[in-house]
């Protein structure tokens, strides 16, 4: 058995005590990483969670593994770095399927441009897959969005930027100079996959919620074919795009944050998170986060009569 | 871009609308008939308010004193005092309460009664607001009506109407909608009285219950709609200022007259909403 990798299993399992949320950070599903504490019980020849009670408990000799286990973890990681470092200096970066093409061409060319000897390989993956990567160590930093629950990783400064309302340019909306999301009622919406980016999903569908608009569906998808057909109706930044309306959102209700997240730092991981703030700004007029406005209600009598 | 098309919105739902909408920080305007004299009904009870305010701001009058409206102070109308049957005492500020929230006839002539129709129009002057006047007061409305059709409510004949003096602009309580969106931005500039009236002002107008007019073109929990309306046969205005999440104030002023004399026009009511989105969405572009 790879015992490095049971043991990066280990760790999770401990930090989350719960096997579905370890499944979920590490991108598995939750039974083979049961089998594979089990078979990691089996090697040590102990039991290292207390699984009979409602909420999974560290066994005693777990406890005492779990400080090795993430040492080993670190060692194996910092080893993997250093093979790295010398095999002519790669960055492996995830990045949202979804970004715009220009944002990620300004990323690669910003990085470059600061670091000239580090080959930058960009892949597109969804933020949970990202997590995953992450933690497994497959790509080097990613630019996630956020919100995200990911122990082990680190951030760089959250970024927002307010988003619209895509349109088929035939949408009777599509002649205002601003929409409301309670004006979509009646429209399916486009989102990016679920599964991809739980955390963006379960946020934006509140935020609609709250504002009077419950899609009667909700399609997965990074194309904006449904939108163009008419179909549905997507969030997203100012765009340009023939038969498609990019309309600003009344109230600016709903929000793309993002930031860079990494697990081991590196000066090319720095970099590039740096580079990255810039790009984003200036490419993707993406602004430093505020504090969220205050929702402000409407009293109108007929609210209470 | 180009100016939304009102008067066919006003055709389409059976009106002929005037309106003026402005964008109280920017002062970004845009109009049908702005300047055009028209009748005002119950808005008048807005000038009113403001005069109000501004005797209790000189101390003339006490905004918590107490006054008791019997039955000859009884004015006709559906709503307020109006509708009641037996004796009530309340303070002055309350009666402006019931006028602008339920545009009660009886609390807005009991007013009236104490701060005087001369000194409501020298204070219009005083802001150079010439052609918005008040003549009448709502008895007054109700008595000429009666005597102009030679009967009492309902006047559904196209000729009774045609005879109201209360429609004729001269003769009637008047404004044109220019000078009743400036009187809204004096409310909401804190110029119109002191500071404290101005905010007890804008609260009482943001209380006002009636939803099927401007409100109905904002039905969004996180827009304000603070306005006044107006009714009389064939006649159905509001005037309002319409806050955005994001600070934006707009002062609009509807004027409307139907075609039809049926009373119940709810698309006639609805498009005073829908003009004013769409004067709104023009000044937000």
Known sequence: MDLVRHLRYFTVVAEELHFGNAAIRLGMAQPPLSQRIKRLEEELGVRLFDRSARQVRLTEAGRLLVGEAREIVARADRLRELVRHGEGRTLKLGVPPDLAAAVIAALVEGFRANNPDVRLTPAEIWTADQVAALTEGAIDVGIVRHPISAPGLRFGQVLVQPQGVLLAEGDPLAVAGEVHLADLAGRELLMPPKEGEPGLHAATLAECRRHGYVPAQVHQGAGLGLVLAGAAVAFGARMDHPGIVWRPLLGSPISSRVSTAWRVETDAVAGFSAVAVRTLKESAGMTDEAAAPVRHISRRPGMLA | ?285
């Open chain 2, 1 to 285: 871009m180009n100016e939304p098309d009102l008067a066919a919105l006003f055709g389409a739902a059976g009106v002929t609308g005037w309106l003026h909408a402005t964008d109280l920080r920017s002062g970004r305007e845009i109009g049908l008939g702005s300047d055009e004299p028209l009748p005002t009904a119950s808005m008048f009870k807005v000038p009113l308010m403001v005069e109000f305010c501004r005797q209790t701001d000189a101390g003339l009058l006490d905004p918590a004193s107490r006054v008791t409206v019997g039955a000859a102070d009884r004015v006709t109308g559906p709503t307020g005092l109006c509708a009641m049957l037996d004796d009530v005492t309340i303070s002055l500020r309350d009666l402006g309460h019931l006028m602008i929230t339920l545009s009660d006839n009886t609390a807005a002539d009991a007013l009236l009664a104490r701060v005087g129709r001369e000194e409501v129009n020298a204070m219009l002057d005083g802001f150079g607001l010439r052609e918005t006047r008040v003549r009448q007061s709502c008895r007054d409305i109700y008595e000429s009506m009666a005597e102009d059709a030679g009967h009492g409510w309902p006047y559904l004949d196209p000729e009774d109407v045609a005879r109201l003096r209360v429609l004729d602009p001269p003769r009637a309580n008047s404004a044109t909608p220019r000078e009743t969106t400036t009187l809204f931005g004096l409310i909401w500039r804190d110029q119109a009285a002191s500071a404290e009236s101005c905010a007890w002002m804008r609260n009482v107008l943001n209380l006002q219950v009636w939803p099927h007019r401007l409100a109905s073109g904002f039905p969004y929990d996180d827009v304000e709609v603070s306005g006044k309306t107006g009714t009389l046969p064939t006649l159905r205005n509001e005037a309002g200022v319409i806050e955005y999440p994001d600070g934006g104030q707009y002062a609009v002023a509807v004027f409307t007259r139907s075609v039809s004399t049926a009373l119940n026009q709810p698309r006639a009511d609805a498009v005073i909403g829908t003009a004013a989105r769409m004067a709104v969405d023009h000044l937000r572009r």
